[in-house]
Nanobody, 121 residues
Framework: QVQLVESGGGLVQPGGSLRLSCAAS????????MGWYRQAPGKQRELVAR???????NYADSVKGRFTISMDNAKNTVFLQMNSLKPEDTAVYYC???????????????WGQGTQVTVSS
């Protein structure tokens, strides 16, 4: 019902910046919350950043002060601005969202396909 399409990943040098985008499409009434997760080889998937419908945000300690999550409500798109990138940030980044089906409906979750971020000299 809800599709998430990610873009913006790539190869960047340490200290560089990238901006990830995630656009939601399909049938839903409203967005409850959206976030970004990442998974490095051999590691567990972890929460990077999250934003709720009221604008509340939270970040992993490892990215606090370097990454910023934001949302364009008109375009149903969430962004992750990543600055001062480190090799430890290398991972596949996944967009996640929670959506309300209709005015009186239940919630539905969705995941993006993932986009590779590589930080290397």
């Amino acid at each position: 019902q809800v599709q998430l399409v990610e873009s913006g990943g790539g190869l960047v040098q340490p200290g560089g910046s990238l901006r990830l985008s995630c656009a939601a499409s399909g049938s839903f009434f409203s967005i409850n919350a959206m976030g970004w997760y990442r998974q490095a080889p051999g590691k567990q998937r972890e929460l990077v950043a999250r934003i709720t419908s009221d604008g509340s945000t939270n970040y992993a300690d490892s990215v606090k002060g370097r990454f910023t999550i934001s949302m364009d409500n008109a375009k149903n798109t969430v962004f992750l601005q990543m600055n001062s990138l480190k090799p430890e940030d290398t991972a596949v980044y996944y967009c996640n969202g929670s959506f309300k089906r209709s005015r009186f409906g239940s919630d539905i979750g969705s995941w993006g396909q993932g986009t590779q971020v590589t930080v290397s000299s």
